[in-house]
């Protein structure tokens, strides 16, 4: 009984943290060969909002130092609003980005995982696949070339499985959470990819919509808060976007 503690132990809590991590170990030890292509304009980026707050003591609106100058909101790849912005003013730069990208991580392999988990896949194998997803060469590439706008693509899996799940507002309320989040993080991808597949998801009857829609009825105010804060939050990156692109 000990040894097979011992070995739920290390195969369900030990190793998989590890193998994240190892998949970013050039990133820890060797990052003076891998800040080039566009690791360099979103350090660059980090550097400028850290600099506009601290030294300046201004909200970051306007960088001047790019195509003679341009508006950081209306930037969709700009992640003013977003949590991540904490770790932007605490850390340097290329930690911060970083650490967003490890957070992301584990984020994501946990999402894949409770997405095999509802399939009925066995915990071993849900855990190591959804490292596998982590740990994919196209993930990989883009963090190479610090693509960190694809960061939130960590977080499909975990809109899958929210969908799939929605049968009351608490999902609705999660799913307006983590859509929210794409918008205001910069995300713009994950945000288009996601509404793309919840259309899908509910074209081909994977969405259990009647027990959602009769969960509504019971808590209508919750419902209708939810969409009204969701509309509130990504209106800080919509407005600016669109009002620059019109």
Same mark, same amino acid.
């Given at each position: $009984?000990?040894?097979?503690?011992?070995?739920? &132990?290390?195969?369900?809590? !030990?190793?998989?943290?590890?193998? !994240?991590?190892?998949?970013?170990?050039?990133?820890? +030890?060797?990052? =003076? &060969? $891998?800040?080039?292509? =566009?690791?360099?304009? %979103?350090? @660059?980026?980090?550097?400028?909002?850290?600099?506009?707050?601290?030294?300046? /003591?201004?909200?970051?609106?306007? =960088?001047?130092?790019?195509?003679?100058?341009?508006?950081?909101?209306?930037?969709?790849?700009?992640?003013?609003?977003?949590?991540?912005?904490?770790?932007?003013?605490?850390?340097?730069?290329? $930690?911060?980005?970083?650490? @967003?990208?490890?957070?992301?991580? +584990?984020?994501? #392999?946990?999402?894949?995982?409770?997405?095999?988990?509802?399939?009925?896949?066995?915990?071993?194998?849900?855990?190591?696949?959804?490292?596998? %997803?982590?740990? @994919?060469?196209?993930?990989?590439? /883009?963090?190479?070339?610090? /693509?960190? *706008?694809?960061?939130?693509?960590?977080?499909?899996?975990?809109?899958?499985?929210?969908?799939?799940?929605?049968?009351?507002?608490?999902?609705?309320? *999660?799913?307006?959470?983590?859509?929210?989040? %794409?918008?205001?993080?910069?995300?713009?991808? *994950? +945000?288009?990819? @996601?509404?793309?597949?919840?259309? %899908?998801?509910?074209i081909f009857n994977m969405v259990p919509i009647k027990v959602f829609i009769?969960? !509504? #009825?019971?808590?209508?105010?919750?419902?209708?808060?939810? $969409?009204?804060? +969701?509309?509130?939050?990504?209106? *800080?990156? !919509?407005?600016?976007v669109l009002s620059n692109t019109i």
């Amino acid at each position: $009984v000990y040894c097979n503690m011992k070995y739920r &132990r290390i195969v369900y809590y !030990i190793l998989p943290p590890l193998i !994240i991590l190892a998949g970013y170990f050039m990133y820890f +030890f060797y990052y =003076d &060969r $891998v800040i080039n292509f =566009d690791w360099g304009f %979103f350090n @660059s980026l980090s550097h400028l909002l850290k600099s506009i707050i601290f030294e300046y /003591h201004r909200f970051p609106v306007h =960088d001047p130092w790019v195509c003679g100058g341009v508006d950081i909101l209306s930037r969709p790849q700009n992640w003013v609003f977003s949590p991540f912005i904490v770790s932007t003013l605490l850390l340097p730069p290329y $930690v911060a980005n970083l650490f @967003s990208l490890l957070v992301l991580s +584990f984020v994501g #392999a946990w999402g894949m995982y409770k997405l095999l988990k509802h399939y009925g896949v066995s915990t071993t194998v849900s855990i190591y696949c959804s490292l596998l %997803f982590i740990n @994919s060469s196209w993930f990989g590439l /883009h963090i190479a070339n610090g /693509h960190l *706008a694809f960061r939130t693509l960590f977080l499909l899996p975990l809109v899958i499985f929210v969908v799939l799940t929605l049968t009351n507002v608490r999902k609705f309320v *999660a799913l307006s959470l983590i859509m929210s989040f %794409f918008l205001v993080d910069g995300g713009i991808y *994950a +945000f288009i990819y @996601s509404v793309v597949i919840i259309f %899908f998801l509910i074209i081909f009857n994977m969405v259990p919509i009647k027990v959602f829609i009769s969960d !509504i #009825a019971k808590n209508k105010l919750t419902f209708i808060l939810t $969409v009204v804060a +969701f509309l509130l939050v990504s209106s *800080a990156k !919509i407005i600016p976007v669109l009002s620059n692109t019109i």
